[in-house]
């Protein structure tokens, strides 16, 4: 049985290789980054394990991705919904838990992060808005309220901060008010406003958008709320000037840039002794101190923990991807409208994970001990069998470094009012180099028009 076990760890240990996720999918990535979706699509199209192994989940999100910049709306959404199921009815494979425990977490199928399963609602309801489709695109919206809120109750221990998503919201207004719906619009602006001020602005340092609050303005008066319209323009130092003008609207979401990647990193834990059972793993520079009980263990399993000195546990890790532009601002009929930042994914994504440390670290922790304890159970069978698991222990002591990478680096947008007839729009942006992009719009008298743009330029990163 203990040669099986070993045999088993041998052969992970080679399929275990260094090589972060994005290293391993760098053709793809450099694909995406390079605006090449056609080959994308066909280098996804060929990963035929891609559908059923381990990154299913990934798989999809890349797929609805690429079918979304190809304009490909309908078969976006359908990626997106096999990314959701994923999301909605994971289930633990126990074959890839116990195997997990004792090699490492990167053996079973991908569980994302709470943001990114956000980002699947948030595509879904891009390519809904592209179909006309505001309800789809609501229902959307109101989920990512529903997911996070289940993601915090199951988490006993070391609940997030990254509880309600401002953007969501910001969007959830749009649609509503773009399908005349304006008192719902004018419930999620401010609910909107409330996250901004609340959670946003201390948690990533991103303010309420000066467009969220002429919108918030501009509803409260149509509606005739004569209160809240004076409240806010007290609290927003704002006057609210009606435009008897009956424009369209033209929305514009930038997308900036490319999210952080997975890479990893490794906390040395120094055994502080042994007492009544338990044994305690500390770490001086983060504080950290985890009791392990190995009262159940057999005494040469004991032995071996109690002889432990220095243990290494190794743990994820974010690696930011700067954009190359840092402003934007849409430009039509001699006027500029600024695209203020709504939503720091990147920032979002350094919280996640340091929400979830202590889980993360307590599961290696709980994986260490279950190596251990098989080595003092080999070795008191075999020393050599027992010194050959010790080194596979150490070499497949690695993190899990997947994560969904071609999510965009922040989200931003403005409302830009034109009259009916087609118009030339510009988006000009600027940072590390300055570049002007050309769009032609037909615009309707009292109907809105939405366009999501993605700048893929990003500075290259290295570990």
């Known amino acids: 049985m203990i040669r099986r076990i070993l045999l088993l760890l041998t052969i992970s240990t080679f399929l275990t290789s260094c090589l972060t996720y994005y290293e391993k999918n760098i053709q793809l990535q450099n694909m995406i980054a390079a605006g090449n979706f056609d080959s994308a699509d066909k280098l996804l199209q060929n990963d035929k394990k891609g559908s059923e192994g381990k990154n299913r989940m990934l798989y999809f999100c890349n797929r609805g991705v690429v079918s979304f910049m190809n304009g490909e709306y309908e078969q976006s959404i359908d990626y997106f ?210 009791p392990i009980y190995i009262g159940k263990y057999s005494d040469e399993q004991k032995n071996s923990f109690k002889n432990l000195s220095v243990l290494r546990v190794a743990f994820p890790k974010y690696v930011e991807r700067k954009p190359l532009f840092h402003n934007a601002h849409i430009s039509a009929n001699g006027e500029t409208y600024p695209l203020e930042l709504s939503e720091n994914i990147n920032a979002i994504a350094f919280q996640c994970l340091q929400d979830r440390m202590l889980r993360e670290i307590g599961a290696g922790i709980a994986r260490l001990a279950a190596k251990k304890a098989m080595e003092a159970a080999v070795r008191s069978e075999n020393e050599n069998l027992g010194a050959v698991l010790s080194i596979i222990n150490a070499a497949t002591e690695q993190a899990d470094t997947r994560n969904w990478q071609a999510l965009p680096y922040s989200i931003s947008y403005c409302r830009v009012p034109l009259s009916e007839g087609t118009h030339q729009v510009s988006l000009k942006t600027s940072g590390q180099m300055q570049n002007e992009v050309p769009f032609t719009f037909n615009i309707q008298k009292g109907k809105t028009t939405f366009f999501a743009f993605h700048n893929l330029e990003s500075e290259r990163i290295g570990y």
């Open 81 to 290: 919904n096999q990314a959701d199921y994923y999301v909605e009815d994971y289930k633990s494979n126990l074959g890839n838990e116990a195997l997990a425990l004792i090699t490492n977490p990167g053996i079973k199928p991908y569980r994302p992060e709470d943001f990114e399963s956000v980002m699947v609602h948030y595509y879904k309801a891009l390519n809904f808005i592209y179909l006309n489709n505001y309800e789809g695109a609501l229902v959307e919206c109101r989920r990512v309220d529903i997911l996070l809120q289940q993601f915090n109750e199951k988490y006993k221990k070391g609940k997030n901060k990254y509880t309600r998503d401002a953007f969501a919201h910001t969007l959830m207004g749009l649609v509503y008010e773009a399908s005349g719906n304006t008192n719902d619009a004018f419930i999620a602006y401010r609910n909107a406003l409330e996250i901004y001020e609340e959670d946003y602005l201390p948690m990533f340092g991103v303010q309420p958008p000066q467009q969220l609050k002429e919108d918030l303005l501009r509803t409260a008066y149509e509606l005739g709320f004569g209160t809240e319209l004076h409240f806010y323009e007290d609290k927003f130092g704002m006057k609210y000037e009606p435009n008897e003008d009956e424009n369209g609207y033209l929305i514009f979401f930038w997308m900036n840039g490319f999210g952080p990647v997975k890479a990893e990193w490794s906390i040395n834990f120094v055994n502080t002794g042994y007492n009544d059972g338990w044994i305690t793993l500390t770490n001086d520079e983060y504080g950290l101190s985890f």
